[in-house]
């Protein structure tokens, strides 16, 4: 089906689409259809018979093609300054009410309309066509009158200063401009990257020292000696030689700033201590996806944790999404959080997106078919308690969808999805679930049903997806069929009223891009980015924008940074946006196995809990470092007493003199012990006492023969040999 603002390109490039065409306005009654070129310079819009185009669409001439919106569109209204959001009302303001008059689509009518209006309000025709174009170009959005920023000032590009003029602030000395500074050329700044390649290898200490040694080799003054050579030559002016700042900002510029620090620290440094840590309602409505409602509620069942099965977790909460024409549910989310915009956005994203992966990520097969529902609606009505927030109203605003919150205790206003509620915990039978509110209402004062809960999150969300795919399949309620429907045998099921639409044209989805419903839906935090990768909730990301690692060594060299994340329940991966402003996605890290396939509310429950130490745990630590500290000292005392037994020697250098000895003998006697132990002897061993201490001329021989008798050395290499032999 053909809808506005579709964008359509034609696979061969037959006339009049050379280029993507926008779907302006459609009349299936004269059988009219408005393109717009997406080509500059624009022009007026084409007329072409609807009939025509779907003919194309149909032989796979024309395909519905997804155009990426400039990076000036993909900001979320808190990144807006007030000055562009004040130019944007200006600018929608003065051109909003050209659209009002549909008959600016009719051929021939929108340039007299424009003629008109600019003469009434006084502007240049110019001006309101640009405007118009502007809007039809960008999606028909308010958004499109943002500014357009992104290649202002010429980044990237070096300035050229015309004549004497020079960069930077103006040098001055005792309050008077001084003319000390150089006008750089070429040629200064190649000499500046030979210079500054001095620091980068290392080849000095500091990056003045690399500058000193630029000035002497290149900026000294050629004047000959007489003997025809030029040392010893002075500097040259300061206005002729570079400044040490100048130095810096364009040695700076050369090389990147981890290939300095790389060739400074070598590459043992490097790869030990700064490279990249790498691993781990019905009534008027047009029809499906006119209006979708929006609900919370606490299951009446207790859940665990997944980590561990004696951690009792509490109720979840759970979002349902229903389209009111047909009665399928067309969103879930089930989460611990309360209701709340937070929980609600995850809710209405998945409305929005492909529910196949949806459903595989809890172990459930389908179709695509037997969920078809990832469409915008046009209406989106909701309660105070999460929709009633600027955050959701300018989400909803910058997907063209209106919000309608209801007023407080009118529940009644959304009755198709409050009834849902209770006929979903129906057919999942959760309250008779182990852990279920009522599971044991026959049995009072015995139990605690809390205690019998036995289902986790991800349990409970399949059986959730599971009633919801029973719902959406077979609930019936006739009163939803229309006298049409009747007359076609139409089964009065969710299911049945949307395939029905869908074949009768009576879907209208509010057609978006995929950055846009990431952008407004997605819940967005400040994360950062470390030496393991994105650090967020307690769990590491793998930055697929740091192929080279270089972002990551920065942030170990100079402190971690900030960057946007946009997240999904599943804390298998996050979203984040490159230099285009276009989403990409990084996955977990693999050295956060421990989270694959977990909720991100499930992890950081889970770290708050293990990270928690118990009473008991903290008095047994501090009952044992007292201890040891009591332990340590009782020994010290020991061995200095015994030391002060012990015959003193003759002088310092006596003292030490000895130590290659004594420590080869206390080697000899360490494996003599040994030995002796393993051939099962019961000998105690060697101890030296007061009067067997080893004077530093005393020989390991002497010693031997005191402890085994004459043939003491033989024994000892014996025994020696004897516990190597036993040890093969």
Not at 613 to 623: F, G, H, K, T, V
Request: charged residues 25%; proline residues 6%; hydrophobic residues 40%.
């Amino acid at each position: 089906m053909l809808t506005v603002n579709a964008v359509l390109k034609a696979v061969f490039a037959e006339p009049p689409f050379e280029h993507p065409m926008r779907v302006l306005w459609t009349d299936r009654e004269i059988d009219l259809v408005m393109l717009f070129a997406l080509k500059e310079p624009y022009g007026v819009p084409t007329p072409m018979l609807l009939s025509d185009v779907e003919s194309m669409l149909a032989a796979d001439k024309l395909r519905k093609v997804s155009m990426r919106l400039p990076s000036f569109m993909l900001q979320t209204e808190d990144e807006l300054s007030d000055a562009a959001k004040a130019k944007r009302t200006q600018l929608w303001g003065l051109i909003g009410p050209i659209f009002a008059d549909k008959q600016i689509y009719l051929p021939g009518k929108l340039g007299p309309t424009i003629a008109a209006y600019a003469s009434k309000i006084n502007k240049p025709k110019k001006t309101i066509y640009r405007l118009v174009y502007r809007y039809w170009a960008f999606g028909m959005t308010p958004n499109a009158f943002l500014g357009k920023y992104i290649h202002s000032g010429a980044p990237g590009v070096e300035r050229e200063y015309s004549g004497e003029k020079k960069a930077g602030r103006p040098a001055r000395y005792l309050g008077e401009e001084s003319q000390t500074t150089k006008k750089l050329t070429e040629d200064d700044k190649r000499i500046i990257k030979i210079g500054y390649t001095l620091y980068k290898n290392n080849g000095t200490r500091l990056i003045i020292d690399a500058y000193n040694k630029m000035l002497d080799h290149f900026y000294r003054v050629e004047v000959a000696s007489p003997d025809g050579s030029c040392g010893g030559a002075p500097l040259k002016q300061l206005d002729q030689v570079p400044s040490p700042t100048q130095f810096s900002y364009w040695g700076k510029k050369a090389f990147d700033a981890m290939d300095v620090m790389r060739g400074r620290k070598g590459e043992t440094k490097w790869a030990m201590d700064h490279r990249p840590i790498v691993g781990n309602a019905h009534h008027g409505l047009r029809g499906p996806c006119h209006r979708f409602e929006i609900d919370a509620t606490i299951a009446d069942v207790y859940l665990v944790s997944r980590f561990n099965r004696n951690w009792i977790i509490g109720r979840p909460v759970v979002y349902v999404v229903i389209d009111v024409m047909s009665r399928m549910i067309v969103g879930l989310h089930v989460g611990l959080e309360g209701p709340s915009w937070n929980i609600a956005r995850h809710a209405l994203f998945n409305a929005f997106t492909d529910k196949v992966a949806y459903c595989a990520s809890f172990g459930i097969v389908i179709d695509p078919a037997d969920w078809p529902c990832e469409h915008l609606p046009h209406e989106v009505v909701g309660d105070r308690g999460e929709m009633l927030g600027e955050a959701a109203e300018q989400a909803m605003h910058k997907l063209s969808i209106t919000l309608d919150i209801l007023p407080p205790f009118r529940a009644d206003w959304k009755g198709t999805v409050e009834s849902s509620f209770r006929l979903l915990q129906s057919r999942g039978q959760i309250r008779w679930m182990p852990g279920g509110l009522k599971s044991r209402e026959k049995e009072r004062g015995q139990r605690d049903y809390r205690l019998d809960a036995t289902l986790d999150l991800h349990q409970f969300t399949s059986i959730m997806i599971r009633s919801v795919l029973d719902w959406n399949h077979h609930s019936r309620d006739p009163k939803r069929l229309s006298k049409v429907m009747i007359g076609q045998n139409v089964e009065p099921t969710p299911m049945a009223i949307w395939n029905w639409a869908a074949q009768n044209d009576l879907i209208e989805p509010n057609e978006r891009t995929r950055e846009e419903i990431y952008l407004h839906l997605l819940p967005q935090a400040r994360g950062s980015v470390q030496a393991g990768g994105i650090y967020i909730n307690g769990m590491f990301y793998n930055n697929v924008l740091d192929l080279t690692g270089k972002r990551s060594a920065n942030a170990r060299a100079n402190g971690r940074e900030s960057i946007d994340i946009w997240s999904e329940p599943m804390a298998d991966h996050i979203w984040i946006k490159d230099r285009s402003g276009a989403f990409v996605q990084c996955p977990l890290r693999s050295s956060e196995a421990r989270c694959v396939g977990m909720r991100t509310e499930e992890v950081v429950d889970m770290l708050a809990i293990t990270g928690a130490i118990s009473p008991e745990s903290q008095y047994a630590a501090l009952n044992s470092r007292v201890d040891l500290a009591g332990f340590v000292e009782s020994t010290v005392a020991t061995a200095s007493a015994a030391k002060q037994e012990a015959q003193a020697p003759t002088s310092a250098a006596a003292a030490v003199a000895g130590i290659k000895g004594n420590r080869a003998l206390e080697r000899d006697i360490q494996r003599a012990d040994a030995s002796a132990a393993a051939l099962g002897g019961n000998s105690e061993p060697f101890v030296p006492g007061p009067t067997h201490a080893p004077a530093p001329a005393k020989r390991e021989s002497s010693v031997a023969s005191e402890y085994a008798g004459a043939r003491g050395a033989e024994v000892i290499s014996l025994l020696s040999r004897a516990g190597r032999n036993r040890s093969k």
